[in-house]
């Protein structure tokens, strides 16, 4: 089992940066990949990014690539992502999530609690 807490939401303006952290904890060992989704009302969860944590090996959304990076701190048992040039598209309550290294939300066994992110315009 693996706990997932996420951190770093708020409101910002459109064009600004937001650094996201997930923290895990648990049988990460276990872990190959981790991910960040994210969910509006009425919608599908999306997904936005992706890292396999053995060869730090990362995949996006055309809607975020170039813009958000995805990274890992092993020794921290954390992942980020960093979010620059925010859009007010990019509100959505965001999740990170472990499991396997696909872009499916079906792919993920483990989820953290969201952490909501505003842009405003």
């Known amino acids: 089992q693996v706990q997932l807490v996420e951190s770093g939401g708020g409101l910002v303006q459109a064009g600004g940066s937001l650094r996201l952290s997930c923290a895990a904890s648990?049988?990460?060992?276990?872990?190959?990949?981790m991910g960040w989704f994210r969910q509006t009302p009425g919608k599908e969860r999306e997904f936005v990014a992706a890292?396999?944590?053995?060869?730090?090996?990362?995949y996006y959304a055309e809607s975020v690539n170039g813009r958000f990076t995805i990274s890992g701190d092993t020794a921290k048992n954390t992942v980020y992502l960093q979010m620059s040039s925010l859009k007010p598209e990019d509100t959505a309550l965001y999740y990170c999530a472990a499991g396997a290294i696909t872009r499916s939300p079906l792919g993920y066994d483990y989820w953290g609690q969201g952490t909501q992110v505003t842009v405003s315009s």
């Open positions: 890292i396999i944590l053995n060869t730090g090996t990362t």
């Open positions: 648990g049988r990460t060992f276990s872990t190959r990949a």
